[in-house]
């Protein structure tokens, strides 16, 4: 019998699953469901989740956070050698922060054909021009993520119908009896 202790594998589907968990923090207060983590020699050293309704902050995305976070912990803004695992392909913004950054990597789940900066509307991560290139994996637990997302947008759109139908009101004061 061997006395080596058998590690778990820690795949991008294993960081995309605590990425996941941060949506569901934010999915929890109402917030869009997208969630961050930043990973550097295997450990966490950002997450973050969506804030923006509840702070009033157009900058707080949950890479935002996440990318602050780490800065913070590292002690440093190079963020070298980290990889970003985030459930919706990034944004403009956090494309910028990602690249400015100097992450490594970026892991995402689904892509945003409507804001993506990964390569649905933009691809800054290849970019010639920049200082610094980004490797992108889309698609990690892509289902899950997207999935998270719809049932969020159809949630929200059915409680404005519902609030938005005024509701049948009947005073029954005005209501004639029977004969």
């Not at 800054?124 to 980004?134: F, G, I, T, W, Y």
Request: glycine content about 8%; overall charge positive; charged content about 25%.
């Amino acid at each position: 019998m061997s006395s080596l202790k058998k590690t778990p594998i820690r795949d991008d589907a294993y960081w995309m699953g605590k990425a996941i968990r941060e949506a569901a923090k934010a999915a929890a207060r109402d917030e869009v469901p997208i969630g961050a983590v930043i990973v550097r020699d295997g450990a966490v050293i950002g997450r973050g989740h969506n804030l923006r309704e509840g702070s009033n902050d157009p900058s707080a995305h949950a890479e935002m956070i996440a990318i602050r976070q780490a800065a913070r912990r590292s002690a440093n803004w190079r963020l070298t050698g980290a990889t970003l695992y985030v459930t919706l392909e990034p944004c403009l913004m956090c494309m910028g922060a990602i690249i400015l950054a100097r992450l490594e990597r970026v892991v995402f789940g689904c892509y945003d054909p409507k804001g993506g900066a990964a390569g649905s509307l933009y691809d800054l991560s290849a970019d010639p021009r920049l200082n610094h290139q980004v490797r992108l994996s889309p698609g990690v637990c892509q289902e899950e993520c997207g999935t998270m997302l719809s049932d969020f947008f159809r949630d929200l759109r059915r409680r404005k119908k519902a609030k938005a139908t005024p509701a049948l009101f009947i005073d029954e004061r005005k209501v004639p009896p029977e004969p």
